[in-house]
């Protein structure tokens, strides 16, 4: 009987032929490949950056009458997870601000611009306020404020009480906002009276108790303070929570006795977590989601032109934003970024234009010495500096470095990045390549991202590429970045800058009352910003927000009050 | 052995049951120190690692560092030693208390229900998915060894395992958006308010899971079944003059299928591992985020449990398919 072999150890003898035949379409087959990954844009001019340096209008769309009716559907980028207001994040607080109200809250619309934080009496329980002393706020509360028409809290008025319970609770429970947990007092004075006094005269802090965390909450709607029952949902907002099924959306509903007569105009505002960027753009060019979840950040100008392409009933919003505003910085307390020319040299080196080309795609505004925001209030452009570093060039780089006894170079191994979730690596490895040419050598140091988080709180790195928050005042911004006392708080000064000027100028905007003057001394910050190079700050983007034509007054923030912009919006049709 | 293999497996005797179950009770048994084990092992790794849930409320909250830290980390339980904390979990555990998340607030069990059921209905889908394309077609190629079908395969299979599935999903769900004015994504039902609606949003995604499954099931079900056709009762079925059909279906099929019920069997616990891709392309609430988040928050409530339900899948996947063997071969008995 013949002998088994099997298949795989016989022998199996290749002819030329074959083996001929079989090469020449593998290398068809590479060329093709490589023929069509290679393709390149049709067009072939090179993106300019955009010279001027002029804040842009944002594209304005209201023009209708408010009529109710529609719905309008979000997409997030992460779950709300929970909607405890002391634990939601911020797709939690976008639905926490539709159901619930502040004491105090900022206009909307689409003629209000991202940075505007506009505080008004028409949106908050407060119908009006005095501030008697530099550190007393008296708020008098509407009489017709009524809780959701649900149980325990059954529709009832809310008083000065409830007030004082949530922000007494919002200090105590150590996750609030600082200003409000150095708080001195908050009193009912009566039924509709509530006063707050503060420890020391404090500017932003009607800001803060307009902040999206500081929603007002009915004490029996919660388990002895604890709010994480999907049942303690239950606030003065323009809309009801409904429903929330975890990943996939949470839908509130029309409040009926909202005390703004006329809104909420929309009868339910969805949420949904689409985390991938493609998806979610898949989403919106399908109509499935009216807004992306750049709703806050921006599309970048391919993608949104893709979607506006593909669907005609789509129009854009559109606006310079920072993303979250990145910037370069490092160790200033020790060698060698503590000599000022050594960080001057460091942003002599950053070319700014390679920037907005690569990684905005030709679209971008040059920074001055402050992250961009509060465009018509406080910035500074380079323009308006007096002496800065805010241009590339080597040889000035390099001159510095040498005077600073640096003429062979600087290897730094903990080049960190700390992106908190973004994907910052293009604009990493770019910083890396650019700062070569000065013959600073960085290694970047990227660990997972707690461990990330961890080093960062720890202030363990060299050179850092890392964020902060958009917040609504300079002071809540810049303060714990600039001033040195901030390194205790997690966003808050890890650099080591330790600068008695400085100190003393950020000391002195959060207690002057007088706008103009409050004003120059933040500017005379950036000015000393932009010669010390402390903080080296990253292009602003021209960013697009598509949206459905029929929504109209549809204005995005820079915070994240997701209830607030949506209770001012309606559709046409 | 021509013999035994064409006799009806089903037929066993009560003693061969008897010790079928024997064995099924002895590994469930085993299960039980293999679980202390992973979930030991779990609780004590994700500590050591750099970070922690507080760590995550300080940067979302923008809190102080020194003061806040103290608290927190005593609120959450964090302050405790690793064994303290750990027999107090395995207390806890055994009253089915499985303890509360950290970041969502909600009993872990409770979460992991709701997030259970999405992606093990993913990972079955595309473990099918793979069974009925893979099988077969690998089956179709060995028989037509060298000829077009088989090279079809072939290529279908290195395809199909070299190209990484979040490409085919980005590329599907754009596509379906340009093309169809259709989006896959964010389209999933929950089981208990349609099950047939939420079997049909997640074809798509299973499909897409379950390429490679079918194109390693392809690939090894050709090499096994060219390996069986070979074998000398194949050739004597064929000898005796019975159709090609009845060879490969009644005699070579059987024979081929063993080895390849191993690795069915243990593609179960890989998807639901792998499912995070297309739950966060397709946004689908399952196991696979809820890991992904869980572990960038520290979240280690969840983490336990999610790792001692993976354990678990890897034990019932495994014991299912050692209990397959006897119905497939009878010579083997556990």
Redesign the interface.
């Known amino acids: 009987?013949e002998s088994?072999?099997?298949?795989?150890t016989s022998s199996r003898r290749t002819s030329r032929r074959r083996l001929l035949q079989g090469s020449s379409l593998a290398a068809l087959g590479t060329i093709g490949a490589t023929l069509l990954g290679c393709g390149g844009d049709d067009d072939d001019a090179a993106p300019t950056s955009n010279p001027d340096q002029t804040t842009p209008e944002p594209t304005s769309n209201g023009g209708s009458e408010p009529r109710q009716g529609g719905e309008i559907v979000f997409?997030d980028d992460?779950?709300v997870?929970?909607l405890?207001p002391l634990?939601s994040?911020v797709a939690g607080r976008a639905i926490l601000t539709a159901t619930h109200s502040r004491l105090v809250s900022w206009k909307h619309g689409a003629d209000v611009g991202q940075w505007d934080h506009i505080i008004e009496a028409d949106r908050g329980v407060a119908t009006d306020w005095e501030q008697p002393d530099e550190q007393t706020y008296v708020f008098n509360l509407k009489p017709d404020v009524s809780f959701h028409d649900k149980a325990p809290v059954n529709g009832r008025t809310l008083t000065a009480e409830d007030v004082v319970y949530t922000f007494e609770l919002w200090r105590d429970s150590?996750?609030?906002?600082?200003a409000v947990r150095d708080m001195a007092s908050v009193r009912a004075i009566d039924a509709q009276t509530v006063e707050f006094k503060t420890n020391s005269p404090y500017v932003p802090f009607l800001q803060w108790i307009a902040s999206s965390t500081n929603v007002i909450l009915a004490p029996e709607a919660g388990n002895d303070g604890d709010y994480?029952d999907l049942a303690s949902v239950i606030g003065t907002g323009p809309f009801m929570f409904e429903s929330y099924?975890?990943?996939?959306k949470v839908r509130t509903v029309r409040n009926p006795s909202y005390f703004v007569e006329g809104e909420p105009y929309l009868d339910a505002f969805e949420l949904?977590?689409?985390?991938?960027k493609?998806?979610?753009?898949?989403?919106v060019?399908?109509g499935?989601?009216d807004i992306g979840w750049y709703w806050w950040q921006g599309l970048d100008p391919s993608l949104a032109e893709s979607l506006l392409r593909?669907n005609t009933s789509l129009t854009s919003y559109d606006d310079w934003t920072p993303g979250s505003p990145f910037f370069i910085t490092a160790k200033v307390d020790r060698p060698p970024f503590n000599d000022p020319r050594v960080r001057q040299a460091v942003s002599l080196a950053v070319n700014r234009e390679q920037w907005i080309d690569l990684l905005a795609e030709g679209h971008g505004l040059i920074s001055g010495a402050a992250p961009y925001q509060f465009p018509d209030k406080w910035y500074l452009w380079p323009d308006d500096l007096n002496e800065h570093y805010i241009r590339h060039d080597l040889a000035e780089a390099k001159k510095l470095l040498e005077a600073a006894g640096y003429g062979d170079g600087i290897d730094i191994n903990r080049f960190l990045s700390y992106a908190?979730g973004s994907n910052a690596m293009p604009e990493t490895e770019l910083i890396v390549e650019q700062m070569k040419q000065v013959g600073i050598n960085l290694t970047i140091d990227q660990?997972?991202?707690?461990?990330?988080?961890?080093?960062?709180?720890k202030g363990e790195f060299e050179f850092a590429w890392t964020t902060t928050?958009y917040s609504s005042d300079w002071d809540t911004s810049m303060y714990?970045h600039w001033h040195s006392s901030g390194?205790?708080?997690?966003?808050?000064n890890r650099y080591g800058i330790n600068d008695p000027e400085l100190d003393e100028l950020m000391d002195r905007q959060r207690v002057t009352f007088d706008e103009e003057e409050r004003t120059s001394i933040i500017h005379q910050s950036q000015q000393l910003n932009a010669r010390e190079c402390y903080m080296i700050y990253e292009v602003a983007r021209l960013q697009h927000m598509p949206f459905p034509k029929d929504v109209r007054n549809f204005g995005p923030h820079s915070n994240f009050d997701g209830g607030g912009i949506v209770s001012v919006m309606w559709r046409d049709a | 052995m021509f013999c035994r293999l064409r006799t009806p497996v089903i037929l066993a005797t009560s003693v061969e049951v008897d010790a079928m179950a024997q064995y099924a009770m002895q590994r469930i048994l085993l299960a039980l120190p293999t679980l202390l084990l992973v979930s030991f092992a779990v609780y004590s790794i994700v500590r050591l690692l750099p970070g922690d849930a507080v760590d995550t409320f300080l940067a979302q909250n923008n809190l102080r560092y020194e003061g806040d830290r103290e608290r927190l980390e005593k609120d959450l339980g964090l302050d405790k030693p690793i064994v303290t904390g750990y027999a107090e979990w395995t207390a806890d555990a055994v009253r089915l208390d499985f303890g509360t998340s950290f970041t969502l607030r909600r009993p872990v069990q409770d979460l992991l229900l709701e997030r259970l059921a999405p992606t093990i209905t993913l990972g079955v889908l595309a473990v099918f998915f793979g069974v009925i394309v893979g099988v077969p077609v690998g089956l179709v190629a060995a028989t037509g060894q060298d000829g077009p079908m088989d090279y079809g395969v072939r290529g279908f299979a290195i395809l199909g395992l070299a190209i990484p599935n979040f490409w085919i999903a980005t590329v599907v769900v754009i596509v379906l958006s340009k093309e169809l004015g259709w989006s896959p994504a964010g389209k999933f039902v929950p089981l208990g308010v349609d099950p047939l609606a939420s079997i049909r949003s997640l074809l798509i995604p299973a499909a897409i899971l379950g390429l490679a499954t079918a194109a390693a099931l392809a690939r090894f079900t050709r090499t096994q079944a060219l390996e069986v056709l070979k074998q000398d009762y194949v050739r004597t079925a064929r000898a005796k003059g019975l159709r090609e059909r009845v060879v490969i279906m009644r005699h070579a099929t059987r024979n081929a299928l063993i080895p390849v019920v191993t690795v069915i069997g243990l593609q179960l616990p890989i998807l639901i591992g792998g499912s995070v891709i297309m739950e966060t392309i397709f946004s689908i609430p399952g196991i696979g985020s809820l890991t992904v988040s869980a572990i960038n928050t520290r979240d280690y409530p969840v983490i336990q449990m999610i790792n001692i339900v993976f354990a678990l899948t890897v034990i019932t996947a495994n014991l299912a398919t050692d209990l397959c063997y006897p119905i497939l071969d009878p010579r083997i008995r556990p």
């Open positions: 009987m088994y072999k099997p298949y795989w997409a992460q779950d997870g929970t405890d634990f994040n150590g996750r609030s906002a600082q994480s099924e975890p990943g996939f949904r977590p689409i985390p991938d493609n998806a979610v753009a898949a989403a060019r399908t499935e989601v593909d908190r660990p997972e991202y707690l461990a990330m988080i961890d080093q960062w709180l928050s714990g390194f205790n708080a997690a966003e808050g």
